[in-house]
């Protein structure tokens, strides 16, 4: 392990990634139907990211909220360097990159950095040391502006308890073996799967160990080592967490994770009373934990709890307007939550989805919907908010937006894949927040931003990228193998997009 690593792995980079879970938009909208106060997120606003990986999500908001100024600190240097020349390449000029631990953060001067409306904290809090959590809470005492917002996720407890072994056994194993980490990992999920396959074992005895490890078998070994392979991992309950960051003066407000914030989706019937008649928001998180088996939280704590009245809630939610993220044929209305499955109600989902397909409408217009005459209030809003959790539909930015930085983001990001590399999503101006999309998708609008308009002339020039990455297509579960067969089945999807999806995308500000 680096001597500067503090016990966190780098001998492998991280993955890159972007979640609709840290857009400013989508953070407004679980604090708003909490009736708490968001900051107004927009022109000269601030956010900063710590621990920001490839930088590739914190560049994507930046390329989607051009009027707002993005940071984003991570110590590793070689991803540092990386997310630096995406914002370089993709035209971005509102995002700055430090290779900065936190610690080296804080002993910046006083002024070096703005004060923020919202600081992220993704994958962070629960895999580093008692030490940086310290400091990252000192961080956000200093940097955090009144009545903004921390997202913060982490392994929690008791969720993540029978998990422990198994992350104990997979960093002994890949401790003693030889040769690349990828491999070394790889062979101790193998050992940990020979475990978790004989009866007697204690991770046969565990449905969750079983499960992990067939999840995990299906994982980027990068995105393994990191959550395997540091020293000082170390889940959380949410009490602790949150006492932590009571010495910055945060106050939980919601959860990111949407359908952990319903009681009904994520307790038991018979245990909702008991978690109900609590007073103390802590202990009442804590018990809904208890309820379900939930290994993975994503807070959001603001720093000075200010509820809206309920007119002022309301006015302000009927005011917000959805878009659909993806195909009105293709909405998902099925969805994990805490205790099992939700599959949403066609009487209020059906109708949703049929006026999101037209364009995006505000929440007081869906309510308005002959077809949801019938649907009470909290229906509708739950609706609404699990849809974004699934990130079936977002929340748009108030006002016009400038979608040049997103297209010529988007522009670079379509390129790279082209040429054979993987990045899981492209900037929606509209929504201020990351699209995420399969890759023959970005190789259409590759297509469609370099103006090639025969489609199976389009697949041709693809194939080379693919050719060199190894991805393949699939139809019905099974991998195209030929060239052939995977560009005519590109040729098809490109040609489905222009068709299908084009003019969603345009009016999401992505093309
Ligand atoms: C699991 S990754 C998450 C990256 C990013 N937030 C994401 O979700 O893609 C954790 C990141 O934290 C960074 N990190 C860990 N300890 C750190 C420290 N003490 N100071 C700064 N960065 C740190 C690592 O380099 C790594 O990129």
């Known amino acids: 392990m680096a001597a500067w690593a503090d016990g966190y792995f780098t001998e492998i980079q991280y993955t890159a990634n972007a979640y609709a879970e840290l857009a400013p938009g989508f953070m407004a909208f679980a604090c708003l139907r909490h009736g708490v106060r968001p900051p107004d997120f927009g022109a000269g ?98 940097l955090l502006k009144p009545g903004g917002l921390v997202y913060v996720s982490y392994n929690c407890l008791p969720g993540w308890a029978s998990l422990a072994p198994l992350q104990k056994f997979i960093a002994e194993h890949a401790a003693q073996g030889s040769g690349a980490p990828q491999a070394r990992i790889i062979a101790a999920l193998q050992v940990a799967k020979r475990f978790a396959d004989t009866p007697g074992s204690v991770f046969h005895a565990s449905s969750a160990v079983r499960m992990r490890i067939e999840e995990a078998m299906k994982e980027d070994p990068a995105y393994l080592a990191h959550e395997y392979l540091n020293k000082y991992s170390q889940p959380l309950f949410h009490a602790e967490v949150a006492s932590d960051f009571e010495a910055a003066r945060l106050t939980f407000a919601a959860s990111a994770n949407i359908a952990d914030d319903f009681m009904h989706l994520a307790a038991p019937g018979a245990l909702q009373d008991d978690i109900l008649g609590v007073q103390d928001p802590i202990l009442r998180q804590t018990l809904l934990d208890y309820s379900a088996v939930k290994p993975f939280r994503r807070d959001i704590f603001v720093r000075g709890r200010n509820s809206l009245d309920h007119f002022d809630q309301n006015d302000q939610l009927d005011g917000l307007c959805f878009a659909l993220m993806t195909g009105a044929d293709a909405v998902l209305t099925e969805f994990p939550i805490p205790i099992g499955r939700l599959t949403g109600q066609p009487v209020v989902y059906q109708p949703l989805i049929t006026a999101l397909a037209t364009g995006p409408k505000s929440l007081a217009e869906l309510r308005a919907l002959p077809a949801l005459a019938g649907a009470a209030y909290g229906a509708v809003l739950q609706a609404l908010a699990i849809l974004t959790g699934a990130r079936q539909i977002h ?92 560009e005519a089945e590109l040729a098809a999807r490109i040609g489905d997009f222009r068709r299908y999806k084009l003019l969603l995308f345009q009016q999401l500000g992505a093309i």
Do not use: K
């Open 45 to 142: 606003s601030t956010y900063l990211e710590l621990g920001c990986g490839q930088g590739f999500g914190l560049n994507l908001m930046a390329a989607a909220n051009p009027d707002a100024q993005f940071w984003g600190v991570d110590f590793h240097p070689g991803q540092i360097d990386n997310a630096i020349r995406l914002a370089r390449d993709g035209g971005l000029a509102n995002v700055t990159f430090e290779d900065l631990s936190f610690e080296q953060l804080l002993e910046q001067p006083s002024g070096a950095l703005p004060r923020f409306d919202m600081i992220a904290l993704h994958g962070i809090y629960s895999w580093v040391s008692a030490q940086a959590r310290s400091t990252i809470v000192r961080l956000l005492d200093r």
């Open 395 to 486: 929340p748009l930015r108030a006002g016009t937006t400038d979608a040049a930085p997103a297209l010529r983001f988007n522009r670079e990001v379509c390129r790279r894949v082209a040429r054979g590399e993987t990045w899981n999503s492209v900037a929606a101006a509209a929504a201020g927040a990351p699209l995420r999309i399969p890759f023959s998708d970005q190789l259409a609008m590759h297509a469609v931003f370099e103006g090639i308009e025969d489609d199976a002339e389009a697949a041709r020039l693809a194939w080379p990228g693919m050719a060199r990455s190894g991805r393949r297509l699939m139809i019905n579960g099974q991998v195209l193998q030929d060239q052939a067969a995977n």
